[in-house]
């Protein structure tokens, strides 16, 4: 099982930027879908961008256009480029590791980020 650690969370005006990033503690580069994942007071959890081992992204429709992720599999990171924060994205944000191969899924501790003004 992967260790993911998130950071870079934090309180944010409208409009502003946010970049999370989350470290894996073994190799990542072959097996693992990579995600990030989001969570508000009373509402489920549920996928904001994910990327494949060979850089295939997919992105929520409510963040399409605001959010990029990328990975970096030299180093084992992943993070989530956020611009254009809006009251709503605020929530704990969550790294995933989902191995392809033994179909683990792997969490973070999660990041809170706060978009308020």
């Known amino acids: 099982q992967v260790q993911l650690v998130e950071s870079g969370g934090g309180l944010v005006q409208p409009g502003g930027s946010l970049r999370l990033s989350c470290a894996a503690s073994g190799s990542i580069f072959s097996n693992h879908v990579m995600g990030w994942y989001r969570q508000a007071p009373g509402k489920e959890r549920g996928l904001v961008a994910s990327i494949t081992p060979l850089g295939t992204t997919t992105v929520a429709d409510s963040v399409k256009g605001r959010f990029t992720i990328s990975r970096y599999n030299a180093d084992n990171t992943v993070h989530l480029h956020m611009n254009n924060l809006k009251p709503e994205d605020t929530a704990l944000y969550y790294c995933?590791?989902?191995?392809?191969?033994?179909?683990?899924?792997?969490w973070g501790q999660g990041t809170q980020v706060t978009v308020s003004s």
């Open positions: 995933n590791a989902y191995n392809l191969i033994s179909r683990i899924n792997s």
